[in-house]
Nanobody, 122 residues
Framework: QVPLVESGGGSVQAGGSLRLSCAAS????????VGWFRQEPGKEREGLAS???????SYTDPAAGRFTISKDNGKDTLYLQMDNLKPEDTAMYHC????????????????WGLGTQVTVSS
């Protein structure tokens, strides 16, 4: 399986924005549900957003209203636009995928990349 590769992380001040990208070759097909999760050291993984082949999206509470997931099938790229960032958004962000089965939600991913670090200062 071709690896998922994230980019676009960095350090921003609270209230700022970042757009994460993920090279997702082979995963933007009808066979997969793709999305993003984040994780801080020593803490549980936290699902954020998902999108299916038809562009139907799903968000969890931490992401709803501030984050937007999108994809460009022609470029095999998945995105996460993050606005109004808060210090509590500081984490490693991973793009992820799982075989499609039922609704596409940001849970139970089987494949993920190494991540890109996002740090938000107050």
């Amino acid at each position: 399986q071709v690896p998922l590769v994230e980019s676009g992380g960095g350090s921003v001040q609270a209230g700022g924005s970042l757009r994460l990208s993920c090279a997702a070759s082979g995963y933007l097909s009808r066979s997969y549900c793709v999305g993003w999760f984040r994780q801080e050291p020593g803490k549980e993984r936290e699902g954020l957003a998902s999108i299916d082949y038809d562009g139907i999206t799903s968000y969890t509470d931490p992401a709803a209203g501030r984050f937007t997931i999108s994809k460009d099938n022609g470029k095999d790229t998945l995105y996460l636009q993050m606005d109004n960032l808060k210090p509590e958004d500081t984490a490693m962000y991973h793009c992820a995928a799982r075989r499609r089965g039922g609704y596409c939600t940001p849970t139970n991913f089987n494949y993920w990349g190494l991540g890109t670090q996002v740090t938000v200062s107050s």
